[in-house]
């Protein structure tokens, strides 16, 4: 799994978070206007919990995304 903060935890697949865009511009990132799956939150390793936000399909599903690892 990769700690690139860039990069989903799960899949590795890019998150395209837009967290520091929204401090800049004030528009929200995805994340905001989604619900997050607490079942894919959990899926993430303890240790890199908080270090990268998960991309939209690992975050919107309750099972093992596509490509997860």
């Given at each position: ?5 860039q ?5 590795g697949?890019?998150?395209l978070?837009?967290a520091?865009r929204?401090?800049e ?5 995805w ?6 799956e607490?079942?894919?939150?959990l899926?993430v390793p303890a240790?890199q919990?908080?270090?990268a936000c ?8 309750a ?7």
């Amino acid at each position: 799994m990769t700690s690139d903060s860039q990069c989903c935890p799960l899949c590795g697949q890019t998150n395209l978070c837009e967290a520091q865009r929204a401090i800049e511009t004030g528009q929200p990132c995805w994340c905001f206007s989604s619900v997050i799956e607490p079942a894919a939150v959990l899926r993430v390793p303890a240790r890199q919990r908080n270090q990268a936000c998960l991309c939209h399909a690992c975050a919107t599903t309750a099972v093992a995304c596509p490509g997860e690892r």
